[in-house]
């Protein structure tokens, strides 16, 4: 059992380390604009859809983790990141004024392999 704590402090630390910008609602819907806001689809290594598009203000975003592997949907500037394990659903929002915004996965090499894509806020 003293072996067994050091390595759920270590897994209960590692999934909280991604987290971030959202509560637990999941939201309606796969993808596009609903009543709840805009839905993305995160696996290994792509969003889909890849575009999107949203109106000035509060903007919500619902990611549904349809891979193995965690991912997150991560803005820099307004700061929002979604983090969901595999198999999950999370739902975030953020104030954004009209532009075009970059968002990410931000673990460690997803962004790189392509999980990446762009919102135009009007």
């Known amino acids: 059992m003293r072996r067994l704590i050091p390595l759920l402090v270590v897994v209960a630390l590692a999934a909280g380390a ?7 609602d ?4 796969d993808n596009g604009d609903d009543a709840k806001g805009l839905q993305v ?3 290994e290594y792509s969003f889909e859809p890849a575009t999107l598009t949203a109106e000035a203000g509060t903007v919500t975003i619902t990611l549904k983790n349809t891979g193995t592997l965690e991912h997150d949907f991560t803005i820099d500037q307004p700061k929002l990141q979604v ?4 198999g999950m659903a999370k739902t975030g929002s953020v104030e954004m004024d ?9 673990v460690p090499g997803h962004e790189a392999v ?3 894509g762009e919102m135009t806020v009007s």
Do not use: E, I, R
């Open 18 to 24: 991604c987290g971030g910008g959202g509560d637990d």
């Open 26 to 29: 999941a939201g309606s819907g």
């Open 41 to 43: 689809s995160g696996d």
């Open 83 to 86: 983090a969901v394990l595999a």
């Open 98 to 106: 009209p532009g075009t915004y970059k968002f990410y996965c931000s």
């Open 114 to 116: 392509g999980m990446k």
